[in-house]
């Protein structure tokens, strides 16, 4: 399975290091979205889309290379990290799943966890989550993958 992984990792690498761990099981490039044309991501089978959250958003660059994709038919899942959890009611994720679900995509699923974060209050403690994503963030991270390798 041919398989692209657009990522934004800004801050602490948090996302390029889940990233890494996922594209690892799945066999895939990992790219950003300056990297990538967005007509590239339609010769594959899979694509996962993923960011740090600022603000409770996704970054404003993986949204706005979303925005611009053609309209495919594919299979896409999309990762996230941050440094709060995610409220129930307002996933970090949806935006990005409904703007490529507006394309066409078919979204197999969606991946958050905790990471490094020294957004503006937090910085003045030295940060949250010092150590995050750690090995059983990246260990899950793996297996999301292998569930989306095997079809689940």
Not at 2 to 29: F, I, P, Q, W, Y
Not at 75 to 104: D, H, M, N, Y
């Amino acid at each position: 399975m041919k398989t692209l992984l657009v990522c934004t990792s800004v801050s602490h690498g948090n996302t390029r290091r889940v990233a890494a761990a996922m594209g690892e099981v799945l066999g895939a490039r990992v790219v950003t979205p300056e990297e990538v044309s967005t007509s590239e991501p339609a010769g594959y089978d899979l694509v996962g889309f993923g960011s740090g959250v600022f603000s409770r958003r996704m970054h404003p660059d993986l949204l706005g290379f979303v925005r611009l994709l053609p309209a495919s038919s594919g299979r896409a899942f999309v990762f996230a990290t941050s440094g709060l959890p995610p409220w129930t009611s307002a996933p970090f994720t949806r935006p990005a799943v409904r703007l490529l679900e507006g394309k066409g995509y078919q979204v197999e699923g969606t991946f958050t966890c905790r990471g490094f974060d020294t957004w503006a209050p937090f910085k003045l403690i030295g940060g949250i989550n010092r150590r995050r994503p750690d090995g059983d963030d990246l260990a899950a991270a793996r297996a999301f993958a292998e569930g989306l390798r095997l079809g689940r």
